[in-house]
């Protein structure tokens, strides 16, 4: 895979010059902010669903099956919603805005009946967010901003069983989830995703079949495009789901040459600190970090207020622990300008001279 080009070299020598210039921003929670719209299940069926399976614009889908929730599903029945969040985003300072993929594979989406839709939902939410951002690169031309194609977990593991009465049991196999990473990452380049990121890693098996698949579309294609990388520590335990500390969960990925590798979710920024400090220490890769604006409440909600979450992050840039850092789960475009404008004045962690970026 090294060997192979950049399939848009001038667009990853805009993203390595910015990361050697600064601290780099990425967006925050799009959940947080879909859920602030209190959509009901007429609001994510829209006018293509209305119908259910009378519908005449989609005959494909049971209309006994529930839709609310499935956000990614409003790329296409609410596409204004998503590109004002990403410019939302975008105005709060971010460079790099994530799709609105999350769940967009067939395993996840096959909860909603909605397999086929999976091309189509990557690829518009590659293209609405690479509008949303040459929109702000043409406002400011010398600052380009940047879409990140977002590859989820899948709502399935590979290495852990579901029923605790059979250990050896799997839902879902390598091979399976491989299927659906290529297909989902395709879609997503075809959209114009500058990178993808494979991110809120629990389980590092699903990760491998996820980076495996790339290896196998670049190799189709002909070209690659950068890879960014992003695990999630489950708990206080410092582990992820499938038992990895973030020194393993590292040297477990590092074969893919990332452009990036970091943290999200799970915990917030205070508590994910020692374990950002450990990948800053090893990873030959810039390092990212996106937390959760605090541990969530007996409400499920999230306290922590962009200012307390920009104090504890300004000490990650002040420690020369980051590259590339945003909010996941309770962060809102607030947090994102409180956070860039506390990493402006440092700049970023310096990598190591053996990096090299795939």
Not at 66 to 83: A, E
Not at 190 to 207: H, R, S
Request: charged share 20%; proline share 6%.
């Amino acid at each position: 895979m090294s060997t192979l080009p950049w399939l848009h070299p001038d667009r990853v020598a805009l993203i390595e010059k910015g990361l050697s210039e600064r601290i780099m921003i990425l967006d925050g929670g799009m959940g947080t902010m879909l859920q602030g719209h209190r959509l009901d299940e007429a609001g994510y069926r829209g006018d293509r669903f209305a119908g259910g399976h009378d519908s005449l614009h989609d005959h494909d889908h049971p209309g006994e099956c529930n839709l609310k929730g499935n956000n990614d599903l409003l790329l296409i029945t609410q596409p204004d919603i998503i590109r004002g969040v990403h410019e939302a985003y975008l105005e709060a300072g971010a460079d790099f805005i994530e799709t609105n993929t999350f769940n967009a594979t067939r395993v996840s989406q096959a909860d909603y009946h909605l397999e086929h839709l999976v091309p189509e939902l990557n690829r518009d939410g590659a293209r609405i967010a690479r509008e949303a951002c040459d929109a702000m690169t043409a406002k400011t031309p010398d600052r380009p901003r940047f879409v990140i194609g977002v590859l989820g977990p899948t709502s399935r593991t590979a290495s852990i069983s579901p029923d605790v009465n059979d250990p050896g049991f799997r839902n879902i196999d390598f091979e399976t989830l491989k299927a659906n990473y290529i297909e989902s990452a395709r879609a997503l380049i075809e959209g114009g995703a500058d990178t993808i990121m494979v991110e809120t890693i629990f389980d590092t098996l699903n990760a491998k079949a996820a980076l495996f698949a790339l290896s196998e579309l670049f190799d189709e294609l002909g070209a690659r495009v950068p890879v960014m990388i992003s695990g999630t520590i489950t708990d206080r335990s410092g582990r992820t789901l499938s038992g990895q500390t973030a020194e393993a969960f590292f040297y477990s990925v590092e074969h893919i040459r990332p452009l990036s590798v970091g943290l999200n979710c799970a915990l917030g920024a205070e508590d994910l600190r020692p374990h950002v400090q450990m990948l800053a220490r090893i990873a030959n890769a810039a390092v990212s970090t996106h937390p959760n604006a605090g541990l969530p409440n007996a409400f499920g909600e999230y306290d922590e207020t962009p200012e307390s979450m920009a104090s504890t992050i300004r000490d990650f840039a002040a420690s020369g622990l980051i590259n590339i850092v945003g909010g996941c789960c309770g962060t809102t475009p607030a947090h994102i300008a409180a956070i860039a404008a506390a990493v402006a004045p440092y700049p970023p962690r310096v990598r190591q001279a053996t990096d090299q970026a795939a």
